[in-house]
């Protein structure tokens, strides 16, 4: 049983992109964007708030070391009951009215205001252990946002998921890629194309529910419909034969165990909202993303206490999700389920991982959050609110502090799963040190338990891949690392009929 219980926390682990950043998506430094617009088109943009529609502006990008400008930008409102709100999310479009124009290699960016969140990193946060996953990175950093010459206050700037972003995370940018929001349950509705079309979402300026965001002159659905076609049949052995081939099943049940472990209820599993369908021609299988994960970590609207709600039946009993549903119910899925959030509760959501980037992006924006005083409009949430947010809870909607949401989650997590023994990994996690970590070039490994009855030390990847294997027969001792690929990493040693595991982070 240990063995195999050891193993689950191979199947999930993270690893960090090796991409690199540029500076319009730095999340080590507090940049400035800066929007000259008429004051007529301000005005009509606030009268609007539903309004599409993109007014030219002037865009000035300062990274604290360069400052660059771009004119006839497109400008304009964005988000759902957010345009509603004192404090606003703004879309800007490079190429609205500059044809095929990018801005370090991006079309367009988004601004969210985070007026719900006192901490206002939430979702910048929830995009880190995204990536820290294993999942496709989305680019997201703070930024202090001016519009004409007006402090308007801190935001989180994010990427578009379009194209281009495509293009940065996947082999191939060709393939069909659905936004699907409320009500996007993936219930079957007949083999016709258009009865999905016709489906409009809830959102605040309307749309499809499932909106093809590439490949519009084609308008072809056939992919989604045989998706659902299968979703929707009965889970026996010919299900899972059948959504292996058109579904990555793993990556979809690495990002409900995500949001699961992060309290992200506005999401498929039990709100049907917020997810992108990629349908990669790389592999011919659809790809399940997470987005719009600002209601996380103890975020409630429903009076549900997050923080402790069963992860084993987390799924949403009063809807038809059939993609949750039906694939969860496959023992074989299922017991892959608890492993990825066994797995999360130890290493992603784990406080020592966890507050030590909560402590430096609390760092990075107080100053600017203190004299954000549009932040202060739609909650009246005050300076004291800001600090006490990340410690303590602060009714209505923020049930939870950040930091004592992640110390109860992650615990009722490892309760919850204690019933299939995933709780015994825990004792074998203390015995095996590694530093130093993130490592370069070498990592030295600490072992507690007797040398004399050690066989093995195994380097393992996010796969399951060995990529070394060493005889262990002291305490102590130091590996070259020199030739991995920067990602993450399993320590595995199989010690006195038990195995002990840590992890580690190549750079």
Not at 41 to 52: G, M, P, Q, T
């Amino acid at each position: 049983m240990k063995k195999k219980i050891c193993f689950g926390l191979l199947i999930i682990l993270f690893q960090f992109s090796g991409k690199s950043q540029n500076t319009l998506f730095d999340d080590t430094r507090l940049s400035s964007i800066y929007i000259t617009i008429s004051p007529d088109s301000l005005r009509v943009i606030y009268d609007s708030v539903l309004s599409e529609h993109y007014y030219m502006a002037r865009f000035i990008f300062d990274d604290n070391v360069k400052k660059d400008t771009l004119e006839n930008i497109g400008f304009r409102l964005r988000g759902n009951t957010s345009r509603y709100s004192k404090k606003k999310s703004f879309k800007i479009s490079f190429n609205e009215y500059v044809p095929r124009r990018k801005y370090q290699e991006v079309k367009k960016i988004n601004l969210n205001g985070q007026h719900n969140d006192p901490t206002m990193i939430r979702e910048k946060l929830f995009y880190d252990l995204w990536k820290k996953s294993g999942m496709v990175e989305r680019r997201t950093c703070f930024v202090k946002v001016y519009i004409n010459n007006a402090y308007y206050g801190l935001y989180t700037n994010l990427e578009e998921m379009e194209k281009e972003w495509l293009s940065l995370v996947f082999p191939s940018d060709s393939g069909n890629l659905y936004k699907c929001t409320y009500p996007a349950d993936l219930v079957y509705l007949g083999s016709d194309q258009e009865r999905y079309k016709d489906l409009e979402n809830s959102t605040a300026t309307g749309g499809r529910v499932y909106d093809l965001q590439t490949n519009k002159s084609e308008d072809d659905y056939s992919r989604l419909v045989d998706l659902i076609t299968v979703l929707n049949k009965k889970p026996d052995a010919q299900f899972v034969i059948n959504v292996s081939q058109i579904l990555d099943v793993d990556i979809f049940l690495r990002a409900l165990a995500l949001d699961v472990a992060t309290g992200n209820w506005d999401d498929y599993g039990y709100n049907r909202n917020n997810y992108y369908l990629y349908d990669n021609p790389s592999d011919h299988k659809f790809h399940f993303i997470t987005y719009d994960p600002d209601n996380t970590f103890g975020i409630d609207w429903f009076g549900i206490d997050w923080g402790v709600r069963d992860c084993r039946y987390w799924i949403n009993k009063s809807m038809s999700l059939p993609l949750a549903q039906k694939v969860l119910a496959v023992p074989a899925f299922f017991d892959r389920y608890k492993l990825y959030l066994d797995t999360l509760a130890r290493y992603i959501i784990h406080p020592d991982s966890v507050f030590p980037r909560i402590d430096a992006y609390k760092q990075l924006i107080q100053l600017a959050a203190e004299e954000d005083t549009f932040r202060t409009m739609d909650y009246g949430y005050t300076v004291e609110d800001f600090n006490d947010s990340f410690t303590e809870a602060l009714g209505a909607h923020v049930k939870y502090g950040l930091k004592p949401f992640f110390e109860t989650r992650r615990q009722t997590i490892l309760n919850q799963l204690n019933a299939i023994g995933l709780d015994e990994t825990e004792r074998c996690i203390e015995e095996l040190k590694v530093y130093p970590n993130p490592a370069t070039d070498k990592i030295t490994i600490i072992c507690s338990n007797n040398a004399s009855i050690r066989t093995n030390i195994r380097i393992i990847d996010l796969f399951g891949k060995i990529h070394g294997e060493y005889g262990l027969s002291a305490d102590q001792m130091t590996i070259s690392i020199h030739n991995l690929s920067p990602g993450f990493y399993i320590l595995l040693i199989q010690s006195s009929g038990k195995i002990l595991t840590t992890a580690f982070i190549k750079k």
